[in-house]
């Protein structure tokens, strides 16, 4: 009896770990296959084709966005237009794989590389949306960093000509100081989310959960150091 | 015979003398330098006898006027000029240009922000 527990156990343990796996990525949320082995093959098949269509309109979708964002760096462009491309020819690829089962179980192992390999909804889409964030916001805090010099010069100029610049430099420091903390939070951000792999998921959520933090409080800066910009220039016209 | 000699040679130096006085004379009472033969004398190459002494002109009296620089030229610098004027402020039309990006930056970060989040759930295999 006792040796029968012992070998019953580890199978026991090893079934529930399957259970485990193949539940994606919840086991609340996994589908319950027919019995019928005809119909579940035809049931995996029609999910397999519609997330993989799914899947190809959201690649669209990123790559608009992507395509519309000016700001993205050629490298960081590169590497989600290369990722773009392999889940494109990828995801067909798997499409015709599960149409080409005639077992259920296989076509089911098959289907799995739709989500795993991929991660078109977690990983890519995150990927893609915080690049262009992060871009954009170094490229908005380029452009006051080259603001912030021309009103330092306005600044010195109007101090020259004996002007009372003290509200205008102060507006400057608070400028300067509002632009360094937009650089710091969307410096490596991109790099950062952009490094995460389908097959990172799910750890990799805690990287994308970051960079999204990250990116937030860069833009709150960035928005603040817009506002000083103004202030800035509305001192100096004050004192013009 | 002697005395007829003498005589002549009296009158020939008085008359000589006579001109050379009249002839200064009458350059005091003009106030034209005495021709000298050489039109590239100056009164001063005249009065020295050197003809290098109007090559260069006498050098003007030190002036505290700025001096006002031909139209057209930018001001030289001088020791005596006034302290430079206050830098021209900047055009700041290019600093509103930027504020206007980086609000509309702000704004599509947010945008995109948004999007990282709004995304379908993955599903579950069969």
Redesign the interface.
């Known amino acids: 009896m006792k040796r029968t527990i012992r070998r019953l156990m580890p199978a026991a343990a090893v079934t529930t770990l399957a259970a485990t796996i193949?539940?994606?990525?919840?086991a609340a949320?996994?589908?319950t296959?027919p019995k019928d082995p005809a119909a579940?093959l035809k049931?995996?098949q029609d999910?397999t084709v519609s997330?993989v269509d799914?899947r190809l309109a959201?690649l669209d979708v990123l790559d608009a966005?992507l395509q519309a964002?000016g700001?993205v760096t050629a490298a960081h462009r590169a590497a989600l237009t290369e990722s773009y491309a392999s889940a494109r020819t990828g995801l067909p690829a798997v499409e015709s794989a599960v149409l080409a089962d005639t077992e259920c179980a296989e076509a089911?192992a098959d289907?799995?590389a739709?989500?795993d390999d991929y991660?078109i909804?977690?990983v890519l889409?995150?990927q893609?949306?915080?690049t262009?964030?992060?871009d954009?916001?170094i490229?908005?805090?380029a452009?006051?960093d080259?603001?912030a010099l021309?009103?330092q010069?306005?600044i010195?100029?109007?101090a020259?000509?004996?002007r009372d610049v003290g509200a205008a430099q102060a507006a400057q420091a608070e400028l300067l100081g509002d632009l360094q903390q937009a650089r710091a939070a969307f410096d490596g951000v991109a790099d950062d989310v952009l490094a995460q792999t389908p097959a990172g998921y799910p750890g990799n959520s805690a990287v994308?959960s970051a960079a999204?933090t990250e990116?937030?409080q860069?833009?709150q800066a960035?928005?603040e150091?817009?506002r000083d910009?103004?202030a800035v220039?509305e001192a100096?016209r004050a004192i013009? | 015979m002697n005395r007829t000699r003498t005589h002549l040679a009296f009158h020939a130096t008085a008359s000589l003398c006579g001109g050379v006085l009249v002839a200064a004379l009458l350059a005091g009472c003009s106030g034209e330098p005495a021709p000298t033969g050489d039109p590239a004398l100056t009164p001063a190459a005249a009065a020295t006898g050197d003809p290098a002494a109007s090559a260069e002109p006498a050098p003007a009296p030190p002036d505290d006027t700025p001096s006002t620089p031909a139209a057209g030229l930018p001001p030289t610098a001088s020791s005596t000029t006034p302290a430079a004027p206050a830098p021209a402020a900047p055009d700041l039309a290019e600093v509103d240009a930027a504020i206007a990006a980086a609000e509309e930056a702000a704004a599509a970060v947010g945008q995109s922000l948004s999007a990282s989040t709004r995304t379908p759930t993955e599903g579950a295999t069969p």
């Open positions: 193949v539940a994606v990525p919840s949320s996994a589908a296959p579940c049931a995996v999910w997330n799914g959201h966005a964002a700001s089911r289907a799995r739709v989500v991660r909804y977690l889409t995150p893609t949306h915080l262009i964030a992060a954009r916001g490229a908005g805090v452009r006051l080259a603001a021309t009103l010069k306005a010195d100029s109007a020259a000509a004996g994308f999204r990116a937030q860069g833009r960035l928005a150091a817009a910009a103004k220039r100096l013009a």
